[in-house]
């Protein structure tokens, strides 16, 4: 296995190839991209509907067939915090995504193979960009280009992880050259990818602590939250999801969507189908295969052929080496410990935030399920599956 064949790279991860700053789309997007970049402003009117129903459709079907995908990918993000910001920037969720939104969305998730609401991939994955363009991805040298409400905790939340997923290409890259290396039965230099895994977890570990500096958990539950929601299993959706005006193939019926969520990031996927870890079923394991289908494509098959491919588990199983028993359990620890500091902040900034507004029910993820039991759950089977 090879990471460019995936569209991911070992300086980058899953993170786009290019940086949003530099993309620039054909004139029709132009009203798109000036109400994007003014969200801010919008939502503070407590009206944003009304700004955004006067939008024009500029028609995108055939542009979105055929555009390059950085373009494509672009639109994506400004136009999935557009519709992320109709559907909650006002008291009272619509039952109607306007056609001048939903048809536009709509084409450009078909083209990337993805659900016609705000992912991950563009919440984080596509949304930034350096500062600095010889430095480094790094927390000191990288800015969010698309907001809602804009402001530091919104930026800081979604900046730790653009951090963590920079970081993460390390983890990628062995794990791919790990399907080889198990296959030929090298021992010392699978120990020694192993290790240099090791210490990539703790840089995306030190990155992950940091959250608390600059995201205040008050901020992040009424001020950052609200807006990433989707409409699957939210009681403030009548119907049970949204209507897309102007799409026939929905019948007019309500869409289902899951929300945007940190549990679409393929990171802890990938490690677990590399080690081979498997977990029972519950609803959360229920709930993160269908998100399998909300990650971009290439990052889905990334996941597919490792789950396929490795025999990591069974080579560590058998040799007698204990130093790459002890590099392998040490993997495995960095995986539970990654989900144990998950399964904190969703108690400290989602749980014990008092109270809840319009579809920010505490006791359920941005997804749409009940979480901290299954979090807790997962960690510690991924715990106990050591060698």
């Given at each position: 296995?090879?990471?460019?064949?995936?569209?991911?790279?070992?300086?980058?991860?899953?993170?786009?190839?290019?940086?949003?700053?530099?993309i620039s789309l054909p004139e029709q997007f132009a009203p798109i991209v000036e109400?994007?970049?003014?969200?801010?402003?919008?939502?503070?009117?407590?009206?944003?509907?009304?700004?955004?129903?006067?939008?024009?459709?500029?028609?995108?079907?055939?542009?979105?067939?055929?555009?390059?995908?950085?373009?494509?990918?672009?639109?994506?993000?400004?136009?999935?915090?557009?519709?992320?910001?109709?559907?909650?920037?006002?008291?009272?969720?619509?039952?109607?995504?306007?056609?001048?939104?939903?048809?536009?969305?709509?084409?450009?998730?078909?083209?990337?193979?993805?659900?016609?609401?705000?992912?991950?991939?563009?919440?984080?994955?596509?949304?930034?960009?350096?500062?600095?363009?010889?430095?480094?991805?790094?927390?000191?040298?990288?800015?969010?280009?698309?907001?809602?409400?804009?402001?530091?905790?919104?930026?800081?939340?979604?900046?730790?992880?653009?951090?963590?997923?920079?970081?993460?290409?390390?983890?990628?890259?062995?794990?791919?050259?790990?399907?080889?290396?198990?296959?030929?039965?090298?021992?010392?230099?699978?120990?020694?990818?192993?290790?240099?895994?090791?210490?990539?977890?703790?840089?995306?570990?030190?990155?992950?602590?940091?959250?608390?500096?600059?995201?205040?958990?008050?901020?992040?539950?009424?001020?950052?939250?609200?807006?990433?929601?989707?409409?699957?299993?939210?009681?403030?959706?009548?119907?049970?999801?949204?209507?897309?005006e102007g799409m026939e193939r929905y019948e007019g019926k309500p869409q289902a969507f899951r929300g945007?969520?940190?549990?679409?990031?393929?990171?802890?996927?990938?490690?677990?189908?590399?080690?081979?870890?498997?977990?029972?079923?519950?609803?959360?394991?229920?709930?993160?295969?269908?998100?399998?289908?909300?990650?971009?494509?290439?990052?889905?098959?990334?996941?597919?052929?490792?789950?396929?491919?490795?025999?990591?588990?069974?080579?560590?199983?058998?040799?007698?080496?204990?130093?790459?028993?002890?590099?392998?359990?040490?993997?495995?620890?960095?995986?539970?410990?990654?989900?144990?500091?998950?399964?904190?902040?969703?108690?400290?900034?989602?749980?014990?935030?008092?109270?809840?507004?319009?579809?920010?029910?505490?006791?359920?993820?941005?997804?749409?399920?009940?979480?901290?039991?299954?979090?807790?759950?997962?960690?510690?089977?991924?715990?106990?599956?050591?060698?």
């Amino acid at each position: 296995m090879e990471l460019e064949d995936y569209g991911l790279s070992r300086e980058r991860g899953y993170l786009s190839h290019y940086e949003i700053d530099e993309i620039s789309l054909p004139e029709q997007f132009a009203p798109i991209v000036e109400a994007a970049g003014n969200l801010s402003a919008l939502l503070t009117t407590g009206r944003v509907r009304h700004f955004l129903d006067a939008l024009p459709d500029p028609e995108i079907g055939e542009w979105a067939e055929n555009a390059p995908e950085e373009e494509v990918r672009t639109a994506m993000v400004h136009y999935s915090f557009l519709v992320q910001a109709y559907v909650w920037g006002e008291d009272d969720p619509p039952a109607h995504l306007p056609a001048n939104l939903s048809c536009p969305m709509c084409a450009l998730a078909d083209r990337l193979g993805q659900a016609p609401l705000l992912p991950y991939s563009a919440y984080v994955l596509d949304n930034w960009y350096r500062l600095d363009k010889d430095g480094p991805i790094t927390l000191d040298n990288i800015a969010m280009h698309q907001n809602f409400l804009g402001g530091v905790d919104e930026n800081w939340f979604v900046l730790v992880h653009v951090a963590i997923e920079a970081e993460a290409g390390v983890l990628l890259d062995n794990a791919a050259k790990l399907v080889s290396v198990a296959r030929e039965g090298d021992t010392t230099e699978a120990t020694r990818l192993l290790r240099e895994m090791d210490a990539a977890w703790e840089r995306i570990y030190g990155h992950f602590g940091r959250m608390t500096e600059r995201c205040d958990p008050y901020v992040y539950f009424h001020r950052v939250r609200p807006y990433i929601h989707g409409w699957a299993n939210n009681p403030a959706l009548e119907g049970g999801g949204l209507v897309y005006e102007g799409m026939e193939r929905y019948e007019g019926k309500p869409q289902a969507f899951r929300g945007q969520t940190g549990s679409q990031s393929s990171i802890v996927p990938a490690m677990d189908a590399l080690f081979q870890v498997g977990h029972s079923d519950d609803p959360l394991k229920s709930f993160l295969d269908e998100l399998h289908h909300y990650r971009p494509v290439e990052h889905r098959r990334f996941v597919e052929d490792l789950a396929k491919k490795s025999t990591l588990r069974e080579f560590v199983a058998g040799s007698d080496d204990k130093a790459l028993k002890e590099a392998f359990n040490a993997c495995l620890e960095q995986s539970a410990r990654f989900r144990t500091r998950h399964l904190e902040y969703a108690a400290s900034y989602i749980n014990k935030q008092a109270g809840s507004i319009a579809g920010n029910d505490p006791d359920v993820g941005t997804g749409g399920t009940p979480f901290m039991k299954y979090l807790k759950k997962h960690r510690d089977e991924n715990r106990a599956q050591t060698v």
